[in-house]
């Protein structure tokens, strides 16, 4: 496993911007799946985006053309930035991370995660 820490949320207007990181510890942050998910009070944890290990991206359609994750190798991180925001985003934003080829939008494929950041959009 390999330990996450996520910053950068906060409270923010709707149409506004964010930009969430994630800093992975260990040598071989390439290898891994690095994904995005988001809970919002009573509700299930859903998948927001994930970066395969390739670099290839996939979203989720609620979030598809606001937001847009990224990773830098050489830093250990992955970022999520989210533009356009609306209430309906107002979640603890988690990261998490699997060393494997493919990706997954169900949370238990993922068996590292971070400790969440809060990200309230105000209307």
């Known amino acids: 496993q390999v330990q996450l820490v996520e910053s950068g949320g906060g409270l923010v207007q709707a149409g506004g911007s964010l930009r969430l990181s994630c800093v992975a510890s260990?040598?071989?942050?390439?290898?891994?799946?690095m994904a995005w998910f988001r809970q919002a009070p009573g509700k299930e944890r859903e998948f927001a985006a994930v970066?395969?290990?390739?670099?290839?991206?996939y979203y989720a359609d609620s979030v598809k053309g606001r937001f847009t994750i990224s990773r830098d190798n050489a830093k250990n991180t992955v970022y999520l930035q989210m533009n356009s925001l609306k209430s309906e985003d107002t979640a603890v934003y988690y990261c998490a991370a699997r060393p494997i080829t493919g990706w997954s939008s169900i949370p238990s494929f993922y068996d590292s995660w971070g400790q969440g950041t809060q990200v309230t959009v105000s209307s």
């Open positions: 260990g040598r071989t942050f390439s290898i891994y799946a």
């Open positions: 970066i395969t290990r390739s670099g290839t991206t």
